[in-house]
């Protein structure tokens, strides 16, 4: 008998996690920093900083996991210095202006479920890119064009840590971004990916709970 009302009570509480579901809908403002990563990316480099901007939905499987997803804004690139033959240095610098699209798994702790920690992938589309460089032999100037014959690639994909910490509606969060696919294509195309760092003031706008009746 004690099996059995164990049994019917796990299959209540089941039942009650089902019986209900809450999402929140809001926007988040930040900025961060982003260089290079890859086998061909040197040790000579500048990062860029630029700004962070996404409106977001979270819907709460249980109060402890969550999935979300993201309209986000978000700029990367860096500058760096690499040297192909003898005396000669080539300078590039570039920036891309991402609109990306996440799926991430949030999981909550502590007593009011306060900070959170969060992993999941995204989808990477440039909206606008920029792509210079120059080279110098000692102190002349010379082309190049020759060295740099790659584009920048109009598309990535990123796997995404992070953590937050948040109070009623207002949140804090950071997270990291590792581009998993080449920033460039082309013939002789370097191996370089994205790698982003950065941290956003999220508001919810919105928070609901909708219930569903449970029939026999």
């Known amino acids: 008998m004690q099996n059995l009302k164990n049994f019917i009570t796990i299959i209540f509480l089941l039942l009650a996690n089902f019986a209900y579901s809450q999402y929140a809908v809001g926007f988040k403002v930040g900025g961060g920093t ?24 979270e819907y709460e499987l249980n109060p402890s996991i969550s999935v979300a997803t ?15 033959i003898r005396t000669t240095h080539v300078f590039v610098d570039f920036r891309n202006n991402y609109l990306s699209i996440p ?37 002349f100037k010379v082309e190049s064009s020759i060295y740099c014959k790659h584009e920048l690639q109009d598309e990535d994909a990123s796997l995404n840590l992070g953590f937050g910490l948040h109070r009623k509606n207002i949140f804090l ?20 990916r994205n790698r982003y760092f950065g941290f956003t003031l999220g508001y919810i706008l919105l928070k609901k709970k909708v219930s569903r009746c449970i029939t026999p």
Do not use: R
């Not at 260089?35 to 939905?57: M, V």
């Not at 993201?70 to 192909?84: A, M």
């Not at 950071?174 to 191996?191: H, M, R, S």
């Open 34 to 57: 982003s260089n290079g990563l890859g086998e061909d990316f040197p040790s000579t480099n500048k990062s860029k900083y630029g700004i962070d901007l996404a409106l977001f939905y």
């Open 70 to 84: 993201e309209l986000n804004f978000n700029q990367k690139g860096c500058e760096y210095e690499f040297i192909p």
């Open 103 to 139: 799926i991430l798994v949030k999981m909550y702790f502590g007593q009011n479920a306060d900070f959170y920690l969060y992993g999941g992938v995204s989808y990477d589309k440039v909206i606008q890119s920029k792509l210079s460089h120059h080279a110098n032999d000692g102190d």
């Open 173 to 192: 969060d950071f997270k990291c971004q590792i581009g998993l696919t080449n920033v460039y294509e082309g013939k002789d195309a370097p191996t370089v």
